[in-house]
């Protein structure tokens, strides 16, 4: 499907085309669930445009992965396997080899610190909004596992890269602290 008319005045009336055709409301659980991984899509964007070359390339792997994913959601009842098992090893791999360089964690720790390391974190957060909206849809309808498999283990990703960016800019993690 590729998009010729952006303007097509559907949608004034609160309802949405899924990618099937069906008129569904704009507040519907599905679209709230495209929107939510639509939002991802663009802090990760945001994240990707001030990354060193690789990680801009992995970054931009993981938004093609979440169109994919946005792709599958849309045509509802259909089997396309857009998003790839293989990704979720990709991302298990990636996990592993950056905790590797990482020393290990002894508390919870703040998010913050670098520009990249931030838009990251917020990466992350909006990675757990989408899993809980996609659980809710999940609630209504069948769907592939993997699809939250996904979304967990890029969440775990996106928390353990923002380690890796703070340690290679030389900024300090702060915990948490829980006396104060």
């Keep these: 499907m590729r998009i ?17 055709g069906q ?6 659980i599905r679209i709230q669930t495209l929107g939510s991984l639509d939002h991802l899509n663009s802090i990760i964007g945001w994240a990707a445009s001030i990354a060193v070359p690789q990680l801009k390339k992995d970054l931009e792997s993981i938004q093609q992965d979440l169109f994919n994913l946005g792709g599958e959601l849309s045509l509802p009842d259909s089997d396309l396997n857009l998003l790839k098992d293989e990704r979720i090893l990709w991302l298990e791999s990636g996990i592993e080899q950056l905790n590797r360089e990482l ?43 993997n699809y939250l498999v996904y979304l967990n283990r890029l969440s775990d990703y996106l928390f353990v890269l923002a380690r890796k960016v703070q340690s290679m800019t030389n900024n300090p993690e702060i915990h948490w602290d829980y006396k104060k």
């Design 103 to 145: 020393p290990p964690l002894k508390e919870f720790i703040l998010p913050g610190g670098s520009e990249l390391s931030c838009r990251i974190q917020i990466a992350r957060t909006e990675c757990r909004n989408v899993e809980r909206d996609l659980v809710s849809l999940r609630n209504e309808v069948e769907m592939n596992d």
């Design 23 to 28: 008129r569904v409301p704009k507040n519907h």
């Design 4 to 20: 010729s008319k952006v303007t097509t005045k559907k949608g004034d009336n609160g309802q949405t085309d899924l990618g099937t």
